[in-house]
Structure formats: structure tokens, C-alpha cells
């Protein structure tokens, strides 16, 4: 796996990492899911330079022009419910992307420090030969990416695969690099050094799906 950690590089990045994070400023919910959204699409434009392209040539009024542009098929799949704005910011930059969505939580059993990935919910084009986009904005344990991914193997097998987050901790980028083949990237915003004893990550930014949507009640 190659990952791609663009908090290494100093950009407009960090103003919108150090709002989504900063306590008293995600509590507008508008702004944390709008900020996530255009950390979607920074991360997005630079993936797009790894992709593979052709020269097409281009009638304009005046004359005609060749210019590079990506061949890839692309299909973008992101979990529900915090990947969303997430997608949003993928699919304003991956604009004929095909779709995907799956609905993956944490179920805790027993003990409220274990738990297991449950899927319930999934809707995919074919993937046979193309590009998948696996999108969430947290890469906490990995669980939850490696999950989905296992579930996605029945409607065919990628050409590629990219994984997008926006925080991760370092166990789960281990997992994730553990667990994909070589020809698997990750692009992530920034990586966080460890997880606390529920699995989240810290200094992190908290529940992501809670902060763009509203807490929801526990099961």
C-alpha cells in the first residue's frame, strides 16, 4: 500500500483540519459538514493525479487543442451515515462517478471496548476493471474500511483501489496497509498517534457522524 499523508506539507488544509477539530467551532454543524467537504475535495484533486490519462482533442471556437484527461471508471462508495459530506466533497470533483453506499457500525456486544463491524446496507455498481473509491472520514481501527471492502468483493473485482480519510490513527493506517494489497493508496489529511480504550481516536475530533448530523441514540 502507498499512503499519502498531506499533513506532511504545510497547505490550506490545516485551516480546515484545525476547524472540524477545534471544540467550539464544530459545534456549528453546517460549517464542521462543509469543512469536511472541502477536505473531500483537496484530497480528492491530488488522488486525481494518480490516475491514468489520454490526450483528447478539444474543438473550441477558435481551433482545436489536446488536452490529458483521466480514462478511469471510477465508482465512489462511502459509508453511511458520517461519510456523506465526505462524498459530497469527492463527487463535486469526480463528477461522472458511479455510486455507492454502505450503512457499517460498531456493535458492541458485551463489553461497551469490543466490538464487531456490522453491515446491513449496501447499494453498488459493477466494480469489474474499475477504480473504487472507498471513502470515511475516520480511520479509527480500520475495522470498519476492511469490512466494507469484504462486502463489495460480489459485484466484481477493481482495477484499483483508493482509501479517503480524513483523520486516521496510526493503528488503523497499520491494519489498513496490513490488509490491502500493494496496489491499494490512502490518502489522508493527517494521521493521529493512538486510540483511546473505546476505539476512537485522540486527539481525533470525536463522532463525526454526531458532529455533521446530530447525535443519535444508542441501541
Known sequence: MTIHNLSLQNSLLNNFLAEIRDVNLQKD?????????????ILGYEMSKNLTYNSESIQTPLDKC??????????????????????????????????????????????????????????????????LILADPMLAT?????????ALKPFGTPKE??????????DGVDFVEQNFNNNTHLWIASIDKTLNDK????????????????????Q
Do not use: W
Open 142 to 150: 480500520g475495522q470498519s474500511m476492511l469490512a466494507t471492502f469484504e
Open 29 to 41: 454543524s453546517m460549517r464542521f459538514r462543509r469543512n469536511i467537504e472541502r477536505i473531500g475535495e
Open 161 to 170: 483501489v483508493h482509501l479517503i480519510s480524513v483523520i486516521g490513527a496510526q
Open 66 to 131: 489536446s488536452i490529458n484527461l483521466p480514462e478511469n471508471d471510477i465508482v465512489l462508495c462511502s459509508i453511511l451515515r458520517a461519510g456523506v459530506p465526505l462524498h459530497n466533497g469527492l463527487l463535486n470533483y469526480f463528477d461522472k462517478a458511479e455510486n455507492a453506499f454502505i450503512s457499517a457500525y460498531r456493535h458492541h456486544k458485551h463489553n461497551p471496548e469490543s466490538f464487531e463491524i456490522i453491515v446491513e446496507y449496501l447499494a453498488c455498481p459493477n466494480l469489474e476493471g474499475k477504480t
Open 199 to 218: 476505539g476512537y481516536i485522540v486527539p481525533g475530533l470525536g463522532d463525526a457522524g454526531d458532529l455533521a448530523f446530530g447525535e443519535k441514540l444508542q
